[in-house]
Every structure is written in structure tokens, then in C-alpha cells.
């Protein structure tokens, strides 16, 4: 390490991180101030043209209203079939390939010698300094080490002891809900629901919950990072926020430990007794970014395919019949939402050598894009992919999860939300009907509907 480096660590490690996320702040302030620039990518909003109406070349998958516009089905179609493994050299975030077919999605994801995940997932890159260190973002074995760390809090033994909170709190929501009446289904159940799980998976205070959702929702949103609308400033000031929360909430939990309570299977605690992440509180920024992603991966998977599920029946209503006929389809189903919804579009890896992917030349530190959403449309191998099929064979397959060592951590605690969900729901509603259309974020990262207004109908009681 070079002496710059052995500075630079020593500093992040003694300055407390709410004044690094202010120094990085006033930093980007004066960088944006100079440059006479806010610091985005600026991605302008315009119609998106139909896909035969664009040069193969041109197509920019990286484009957030792609999605926002609901043009992004037929766009990863022709790629797919044209060239799977496409070079884009002018995107504003640079030069990248996407990788579009399930096979090859596979291949990039599980082969992390040569395509790394270092130093960032997303397709852009945050602002400087805010480029905080988290496992995902991290090839074996430093990966390896601080993911073991908190495996333990999704074990299948602590799911099974989860499983009858997590149905009270479902009750609990969807007891308290309006019926024959409109009302928000993403602010009221999807957001609700994701809330009260990450204050159960990180012990946090629960009447602060709703902290967790919009430190999630920030740290997603950077228009630098994926095309997300959003104020720099304000972002800034809740990364503030979330450092000064976290840290305490550590504080509180170890002080608790050495006073001789039992420590409890919530995240950090699981953190605190393991000699490798221990002493993580001492690494702010590592602290702060492993955190954050623990938030993001409870909220965005969980809270859009809670959201997309109830979509997808109401565009497919002859499954929601079916489902109806036979709620024993529900854990398959499951599956299938995750497939058609897709909660996170990508992945970014770097390529670490020169290499060959179908046919393509990747030169070293090529930036390569695997898109998961596209891979869950590839007609190879799945038969009518855009459509939803609640007992599809295959719906397994998807890769909405990832593949390999970077594969979610919590796929079946979100797997086991969703399957309750729909088990209550059932038992409550004969209908939920979807008014108007959703309204979508602004994002080529996370694949998340922003308002959802419905009405439910209950279900006829006995006399």
C-alpha cells in the first residue's frame, strides 16, 4: 500500500464519519460551484422512439426513462437477437457492454476472476468520497469474509423463528386497510411492510422505521450512479443522518453486550461477535456502505415485487382466477413475480483481463452491464416471457437474485415475505384492482414503482 493510501486510511478510520460525509459534502459543493455543473449525467426526458426506429449502435440501455416509459420489453428484445453482447462507446456514464442473454448473464456472473465486482455495482460512479466500501462490491475473499459475517440472520432456522412475526405485521397492515375505497398500495402496505422488516433485522427503533425506507431510497437515487432524479445536497445530508443513526445504534448495542445481555441475531449484532467485522465501526465508511447495502437489498427486492405481484395479476387477470381456484400455486408464483418484476435491472462488473464473451472481444477494465432484466425475458428459456404465468415450470431459473458468490444473501427471507403476503391477502380480498397507471422511478438500476393507487373488495363473509 502506498503511503498516500496508508494516509488516507488512517484518517477515515479516525475522523468520525459524520464529519467525512460533511467534508465530502462541502467537497462536492465546491466541485459543482467551480465546474459550474450540479455534478449529474443529465439524461433529458423525451419520448422514447420504438426500438426499429433506432440504429442497433445507438441503443442505450443505460437510458433511465427506457423504463420509466415502459419501452424497456422490446428494446433488450432486439439486443438479445441481434447482438447479446453489445458495445455502447458514448453513454453518459462512458463506454460499457451489456451483457442481455441468460446463458451469458450466467457466465460473467459466476466467473469473478476475470469480471469483478470491484469497485462498484452500479453503472456510474458516486460522488467522490461517497464511494463507500460494501461486500457486494467486493471479490473473494474480502467478499467472502464480511458476507459470512451476517449469513447467520437469514439461516433457516432464524426464518422459521421469523415466520410468525412477519405474518402478525402482514395482519396487522392489511387489517387497517380501507376497502371499496382508493388508496396508495405502494405508500401503504409495499413501504410499510419493508419498514417494519428492516427495523426487525437491524433491531432499530421502530418507531424511526420509516428512516430506513428513505435512507434506502437516497442512496438508489444519484443521478451519477443510474439516472436517478435527485438533489445532491439531499442525499448528502441523509447519508449524514444514517451514519449518525447507525453508529449510535452500534454504540448502543455493544455497551448493552458488555453489560451482559445475550447478544441477539439482528445484523449487527451478528457483526459485533465476529472477529472479522468486530471492529468494522473503526472503518466509518466500510461501516456506513455494508450497512446501506444491507438496507437496500431488504427494501428495493422485497418492497417492488410486493408491488409488482399485485400488477402483474391485474394485467393477467385470468392468473389472478387461477390463483383464486388454487392458492396452493402461491410459493410458485412467488417465483414468478421476482422473474416478471425483476427488482434490480443490472450488474456492474470490470473486466480484470482481455477475454471473449460470445463471440466479443473484452479488453481489461472494460466496463461490462449484466442485465438481469433482460435475462429474465430471454425466450431461450423462458416460453412467453413477457407474460406472467403464475405456474410457470422453470420460474426458478430467473436470476433476479444474481448467480454465483455475489447471489443475494436474503432471497428466501424475501421469498417468505411474499408468500405470506399473498396468503393473507387471499383470505381477506376478492379483489384488488390496480386504477389508472403506476407511476415508475426514475432509474436504470432499481426497477421499482414509485405510486400504485388500487381498490380492494372484500371477500364475501358466511352468514
Known amino acids: 500500500m502506498s503511503i498516500a493510501a496508508t494516509v488516507s486510511n488512517t484518517a477515515r478510520s479516525v475522523i468520525p464519519i459524520e464529519l467525512q460525509i460533511r467534508g465530502a459534502h462541502l467537497y462536492d459543493k465546491t466541485r459543482r460551484l467551480v465546474t459550474r455543473t450540479d455534478g449529474r449525467v443529465m439524461f433529458t426526458e423525451t419520448p422514447i422512439p420504438t426500438v426499429d426506429e433506432v440504429d442497433l449502435a445507438d441503443i442505450d440501455l443505460s437510458n433511465p426513462f427506457l423504463y420509466r416509459q415502459g419501452r424497456w420489453t422490446s428494446y433488450f428484445e432486439r439486443v438479445r437477437n441481434e447482438a447479446p453482447v453489445h458495445f455502447q462507446p458514448t453513454s453518459p456514464f462512458g463506454p460499457f457492454w451489456s451483457v442481455t442473454r441468460h446463458a451469458d448473464i450466467i457466465a460473467v456472473d459466476k466467473n469473478h476472476a476475470v469480471f469483478s465486482a470491484e469497485p462498484f455495482i452500479v453503472i456510474g460512479e458516486p460522488p467522490r468520497f461517497m464511494d463507500v466500501a460494501m461486500f457486494i462490491a467486493q471479490d473473494p475473499p474480502q467478499h467472502d469474509t464480511q458476507r459470512a459475517a451476517v449469513q447467520g440472520v437469514v439461516a433457516p432456522k432464524n426464518l422459521r423463528e421469523m415466520e410468525g412475526l412477519i405474518r402478525s405485521r402482514v395482519r396487522e397492515v392489511l387489517d387497517d386497510l380501507p376497502v371499496n375505497e382508493p388508496f396508495d398500495w405502494v405508500r401503504t402496505v409495499s413501504m410499510e411492510l419493508t419498514a417494519r422488516m428492516l427495523a426487525t433485522l437491524l433491531d432499530f427503533p421502530y418507531e424511526q422505521r420509516h428512516k430506513l425506507v428513505e435512507w434506502s431510497d437516497l442512496a438508489t437515487a444519484m443521478e451519477q450512479t443510474n439516472g436517478g432524479q435527485s438533489d445532491n445536497d439531499e442525499v448528502f445530508r441523509a447519508m449524514g443522518g444514517a451514519a449518525t443513526s447507525l453508529s449510535e445504534l452500534w454504540h448502543r448495542k455493544a455497551a448493552r453486550t458488555a453489560a451482559g445481555e445475550e447478544p441477539g441475531f439482528d445484523l449487527i449484532s451478528l457483526l459485533q461477535a465476529n472477529d472479522d467485522t468486530k ?49 396452493a400455486l402461491i410459493p410458485g408464483m412467488v417465483s414468478e413475480i421476482i422473474r416478471w418484476q425483476t427488482p434490480l435491472a443490472y450488474m456492474r462488473r470490470i473486466a480484470k483481463s482481455d477475454t471473449i464473451l460470445n463471440g466479443q472481444f473484452i479488453r481489461k477494465g472494460d466496463k461490462v452491464v449484466m442485465w438481469y432484466a433482460s435475462g429474465n425475458r430471454d425466450e431461450r428459456v423462458f416460453e412467453r416471457p413477457d407474460d406472467f404465468v403464475i405456474d410457470r415450470k422453470n420460474a426458478r431459473n430467473h436470476i433476479a437474485f444474481g448467480f454465483g458468490v455475489h447471489r443475494c444473501m436474503g432471497n428466501r427471507l424475501a421469498e417468505m415475505q411474499l408468500r405470506i403476503l399473498w396468503e393473507e391477502l387471499l383470505t381477506r380480498f376478492e379483489n384488488i384492482a390496480v386504477i389508472g397507471e403506476p407511476e415508475y422511478v426514475q432509474s436504470n438500476f432499481v426497477r421499482g414503482i414509485t405510486k400504485m393507487m388500487v381498490t380492494l373488495t372484500p371477500k364475501a363473509q358466511p352468514e
Not at 465508511?285 to 405481484?309: A, K, P, Q, W, Y
Request: glycine share 10%; no cysteine; aromatic share 6%.
Open 279 to 327: 471492529d468494522l465501526i473503526e472503518r466509518p465508511l466500510e461501516f456506513l456502505g455494508n450497512l446501506l447495502l444491507l438496507i437496500v437489498g431488504g427494501n428495493d427486492t422485497t418492497r417492488n415485487s410486493m408491488s409488482g405481484g399485485v400488477l402483474a395479476l391485474n394485467k393477467f387477470p385470468d392468473q389472478f382466477e387461477k390463483l383464486k381456484a388454487d392458492p
